[in-house]
C-alpha cells in the first residue's frame, strides 16, 4: 500500500475537519502534518482502511490540541488579537471552502470533547462508533457528547427570538446587512432614521474611522468603506437580541448591536465583544 499517495487523497478533506475543530487554517494544517508524521512512523501497521485511520490519527492530533489549550485556561482569540496575514488566510479559506461563519463563532463556545463529537458525527456523518475510538469512550457517550454541543449550538433563547420576530426588528437587520453587501445606499438609507447615529468603539475601527456618525445618509454612504468589515458581518443573537457579529476568518471582533424607534433604526453601536457577551445562533448552524 503507498501509504504518502494514499494520505495525499485524504488530505484536503483532513485539512478541512482538523480547521472546523480547532478554527485556525494555521493550527489545521500543522494537526495534519502531524498526522502525516504518525501515520508514516507506524507504515508497517495493517490498514484496512486508510481513509477513516487518517481521519482518526488527525483528530486525536486535534483533540490533543484543543485539551493543551484548556489545560492552559486559554480563550478563543478575538480578531483583533490574530496576526493580519493568519487572519487573512482564515478569511480565505473560509470562503473558499464555503465554512459557515456562525458555525465557527459558535464551536469556540464548546468543550473539546463536545466540539471534536459534534465535527466528527453532525458535519462530517462519521458513525459513533469511530468518534468513540478518537475520544477513547463508548459510543453511548460519544452520541451524548454531540448532542449536547447541538442543544449548546441551537440553544437560542426562545424568547428573544419570539419577540424579536413579533417586533420585525429581526427582517430589518437582514435587510441592513443585505443592502450594506450589495452597497445599495438608498436601501440603507431607507431602513434608518434621519437622525440615525452610529457610534462605534476605536478599537474596532480601521485607522481614520470616525467614532460616532450622525444622519441616514452619512452611516449609509460610510458603509462603502468597510466592505472587507461588512462581508464578514453575520445576523445572531447578542445577550438575547438579535444583533450582527463581525468575524473576519470565522474569529470573533465586534458586535453590530441596533436600536429601534417605530421600525426603524435609531442607532448603530459596534464594540468590541467581551468575555461576558452571550452570543448564540438566531437558528440552527452548519458546515
Same mark, same amino acid.
Given at each position: 500500500m503507498d501509504l504518502a499517495n494514499e494520505f495525499e487523497v485524504a488530505r484536503r478533506?483532513?485539512?478541512s475537519l482538523a480547521h472546523r475543530i480547532l478554527g485556525s487554517l494555521e493550527d489545521a494544517e500543522d494537526a495534519v502534518q502531524t498526522a502525516w508524521l504518525r501515520a508514516d512512523g507506524a507504515a508497517q501497521t495493517q490498514v484496512d482502511n486508510p481513509a477513516a485511520w487518517f481521519t482518526t490519527v488527525t483528530a486525536r492530533v486535534c483533540l490533543d490540541q484543543l485539551r493543551?489549550? !484548556?489545560?492552559r485556561g486559554e480563550l478563543p482569540l478575538l480578531a483583533d488579537a490574530i496576526p493580519g496575514d493568519q487572519l487573512a488566510a482564515d478569511e480565505e479559506f473560509l470562503r473558499r471552502e464555503d465554512i459557515s461563519r456562525a458555525l465557527l463563532v459558535l464551536l469556540d463556545q464548546?468543550?473539546?470533547t463536545q466540539r471534536v463529537a459534534y465535527v466528527l458525527h453532525?458535519?462530517?456523518r462519521i458513525p459513533f462508533g469511530e468518534v468513540a475510538v478518537v475520544l477513547?469512550?463508548?459510543p453511548t457517550t460519544a452520541?451524548?457528547?454531540?448532542s449536547r454541543a447541538r442543544q449548546r449550538l441551537e440553544g437560542a433563547d426562545a424568547a428573544s427570538t419570539e419577540a424579536s420576530d413579533e417586533s420585525g426588528h429581526r427582517r430589518i437587520v437582514d435587510a441592513f446587512l443585505a443592502a450594506a453587501r450589495g452597497g445599495r445606499i438608498d436601501t440603507l438609507t431607507a431602513l434608518m432614521a434621519p437622525d440615525v447615529v452610529r457610534a462605534a468603539d476605536p478599537a474596532v475601527l480601521p485607522d481614520g474611522g470616525a467614532v460616532e456618525v450622525v444622519g441616514n445618509r452619512a452611516v449609509a454612504e460610510e458603509t462603502r468603506y468597510f466592505t472587507d468589515r461588512v462581508h464578514a458581518s453575520i445576523p445572531?443573537?447578542?445577550?438575547?437580541?438579535d444583533a450582527a457579529v463581525i468575524a473576519p476568518g470565522g474569529h470573533p471582533l465586534a458586535?453590530?448591536?441596533?436600536?429601534? !424607534?417605530n421600525n426603524k433604526i435609531a442607532r448603530i453601536e459596534i464594540t468590541r465583544l467581551k468575555p461576558t457577551d452571550t452570543v448564540s445562533a438566531r437558528r440552527p448552524s452548519s458546515a
Open positions: 478533506r483532513l485539512l493543551s489549550r !484548556e489545560r464548546l468543550t473539546a453532525d458535519i462530517f477513547n469512550t463508548t452520541k451524548k457528547l454531540a445572531m443573537l447578542v445577550n438575547g437580541t458586535a453590530i448591536t441596533f436600536t429601534f !424607534e
